[in-house]
Every structure is written in structure tokens, then in C-alpha cells.
């Protein structure tokens, strides 16, 4: 599964809405559990990945509620809604579907404008 | 405090062998998969293997399958990746990373815990 993010970078001004993409090559989607098998990361230079959102949408504990994660099936979002500067990183979709290699996209850098 | 720590990053030549491990504490470990990712510098991320609790299921990434070997040691709560005939592209801060879903019996997973990772280098 290939996992494409849009833009590759992006800057947002303070207090602003930053929107992040990603489109998988199939549907991550598992009808039976309900479940889209997708997860967003936050990194910042010389610290490795932080989870903030799994199954497409559930904010990981301890995240703060301006990040938000939405999409079903092939197209997902991550959305912060009022960027502070805190928030510089580079971001990243992984999917993890059904049988590996479990893929990331080629990541997202948010910028202060 | 939930931790994880990884060692054995070193240079290595083309065709080498190395092998990382990862120690964790702060958690039950047999109760989680576990998975390695790495990072070449200045590049994204990679997911390389995982495996589950009992190592039951295991899976590599195709670029370093028949060469990578990932292991677990429940008693002593590590992780290990064995690494040969290894490549000028292996070169790269390895990420030893735990799922998120307990139980462990499943390797697809979202990461919630990371270690700071070590660096591997191939190079003559």
C-alpha cells in the first residue's frame, strides 16, 4: 500500500488552521471492525516519531484537542486547528492494514508563515 | 516511566552484520507486539519488522527481508534485530517502537511508544 501526503510542506500563520493529507493506494478500511487502520505522527528535529491519532480519528491520550484526525477508506486529514508555535514538525500517516510492509507516507513539514 | 532503549548501532561494512537491541521497562512487554523503524538521514520513515507477543507472527519490510532477523526475549523484556549482508542503503537511526493494542497478538499496529534510537552506518 502506497501512502501519498499533500502538501510536502506547509506554512501556516499562528492561531490559523493547518490541514494535512493523505491518500492510501487502497482502502484501509476493515468493514467488519468498523476500523480505518491508519495512525498520524508528529516529529520533531532529533526526536523520534509521537503518536497523536490511530484509527483515523481517535486522538492518542495526552494530545492536544486542536489535533484532529478524519477520512474513511482511502482519503484522511489531520487537521490542527488553531497552530501554535509549538507545532513546527514534520508529520507522517502510516498505515497498518492487514498484512505488512506497514507503509508511511513521505511526510508533511508544518512551518510558522 | 515506560522506556525504551535501543543499542548495537556501530559503522559496518558492506556484507557485515550487526545486531541491535532494545530494552524496555515500565510496562508488562510480553503483553505487546513490537516493531523496528528506521530513519536514513534526512529522510522519512520506514517500518522494517515487527512481532508479535509470543512471536507467533512476524513480518519484514521486502528491502531487508532474508537478510533481517527479529527477535524477542520475553524474560529478559528485549527486543532484538539481527542484521547481515548488510547494504550501503541499510545505513539509517533504527527505532525500536511498541504497538499499541494489548494483547500483542497482532503485528498491525499503530506505535505509541519510541526510543530515541541507534544509528547504524554501512560504509567501507
Known amino acids: 500500500i502506497v501512502m501519498t501526503q499533500s502538501p510536502d510542506s506547509l506554512a501556516v500563520s499562528l492561531g490559523e488552521r493547518a490541514t494535512i493529507n493523505c491518500k492510501s493506494s487502497q482502502s484501509l478500511l476493515y468493514r467488519s471492525h468498523n476500523k480505518n487502520y491508519l495512525a498520524w505522527y508528529q516529529q520533531k528535529p532529533g526526536h523520534p516519531p509521537k503518536l497523536l491519532i490511530y484509527?483515523?480519528?481517535t486522538r492518542e491520550s495526552g494530545v492536544p484537542d486542536r489535533f484532529s484526525g478524519s477520512g474513511s477508506g482511502t482519503d484522511f486529514t489531520l487537521t490542527i486547528s488553531s497552530l501554535q508555535a509549538e507545532d513546527v514538525a514534520v508529520y507522517y500517516c502510516?498505515?497498518?492494514?492487514?498484512?505488512?510492509?506497514?507503509?508511511f507516507g513521505q511526510g508533511t513539514k508544518l512551518e510558522i508563515k | 516511566e515506560v522506556q525504551l532503549v535501543e543499542s548495537g548501532g556501530n559503522l559496518v561494512q558492506p556484507g557485515g552484520s550487526l545486531r541491535l537491541s532494545c530494552a524496555a521497562s515500565?510496562?508488562?512487554?510480553?503483553?505487546?507486539?513490537m516493531h523496528w523503524v528506521r530513519q536514513a538521514p534526512g529522510k522519512g520513515l520506514e517500518w522494517v519488522s515487527g512481532i508479535s507477543w509470543n512471536s507467533g507472527s512476524i513480518g519484514y519490510a521486502d528491502s531487508v527481508k532474508g537478510r533481517f532477523t527479529i527477535t524477542r526475549d520475553n524474560a529478559k523484556n528485549s527486543l532484538y534485530l539481527q542484521m547481515n549482508s548488510l547494504r550501503a542503503e541499510d545505513t539509517a537511526l533504527y527505532y525500536c517502537?511498541?504497538?499499541?493494542?494489548?494483547?500483542?497478538?497482532?503485528?498491525?499496529?499503530?506505535?505509541?511508544?519510541w526510543g530515541q534510537g541507534t544509528l547504524v552506518t554501512v560504509s567501507s
Open positions: 484509527w483515523a480519528s
Open positions: 517502537a511498541k504497538g499499541i493494542t494489548f494483547g500483542g497478538v497482532i503485528i498491525n499496529d499503530a506505535f505509541d511508544i
Open positions: 502510516q498505515q497498518y492494514y492487514g498484512t505488512p510492509p506497514y507503509t
Open positions: 515500565g510496562f508488562t512487554f510480553d503483553d505487546y507486539a
